[in-house]
């Protein structure tokens, strides 16, 4: 598998009530990524360092429910 790969920082364009502003993007995409473990759906989140950006998986986990005393689930 591929460890690094390349991609452009992109130009878009987000349009105002008064005035038309130019946002940096990164754009993610590719069956790699599932590979990687990055399912559709999933959270993740973004450490931000200067010149480095991490980006993980939020493991979530759904709470666990305890039945009360004669209750079923």
């Given at each position: ?68 005393a004669g209750?079923?689930?």
């Amino acid at each position: 598998m591929i460890r690094f790969r390349k991609l452009k920082i992109l130009t878009k364009y987000r349009t105002r009530k008064y005035d038309e502003t130019k946002i940096p993007e990164i754009r993610l995409e590719g069956k790699w990524l599932e590979a990687l473990g990055f399912k559709q759906g999933q959270t993740v989140k973004i450490k931000q360092q200067k010149n480095k950006l991490t980006i993980t998986v939020v493991n979530e986990q759904k709470p666990v429910r305890h039945a009360a005393a004669g209750e079923r689930f």
